[in-house]
């Protein structure tokens, strides 16, 4: 077993104060180094950084489906709007009593009367079973 030096031991009980060193990038970009830079005439570099802070990285060529859809077939959103909203106030239902019957958010309804929504077909057949009324597929008149 190593023994200990029996000689005096005592703990050191000054402070010991670590300083982290700024980068000098880090300098430079503070806010009194720069207004003393301002003051003193010394030259000041600024950078317009473009689309900083905006989220605008998808390319300009980019349509939403909805466009597309109107493109091809523009009246059919509107028809599917006007026929779910009969359908619904001749069976008396509100549009949540609706969305709870086709498990589906209020606001799915409300977009679909309002013809905001690109037709589902999963959620136009839900709406065709609770209402009745046929939505999708060619009607003939």
Do not use: C
């Amino acid at each position: 077993m190593p023994s200990r030096n029996p000689g005096t031991m005592s703990q050191d009980w000054e402070p010991v104060v670590l300083h982290k060193t700024r980068s000098k990038a880090q300098e430079l970009r503070d806010p009194k180094a720069v207004n003393q830079a301002l003051r003193s005439g010394g030259q000041v570099q600024t950078v317009k950084k473009f689309d900083a802070g905006s989220n605008k990285k998808a390319p300009a060529t980019a349509v939403n489906a909805r466009k597309l859809d109107e493109v091809e077939e523009p009246a059919a959103l509107g028809k599917v709007s006007v026929e779910v909203r009969q359908a619904r106030i001749e069976k008396k239902m509100s549009q949540a009593d609706l969305a709870k019957q086709i498990n589906e958010l209020p606001r799915v309804v409300q977009e679909y009367e309002n013809g905001k929504a690109v037709p589902n077909q999963a959620v136009l057949a839900k709406m065709e079973r609770v209402l009745g009324v046929k939505l999708r597929g060619k009607t003939h008149k």
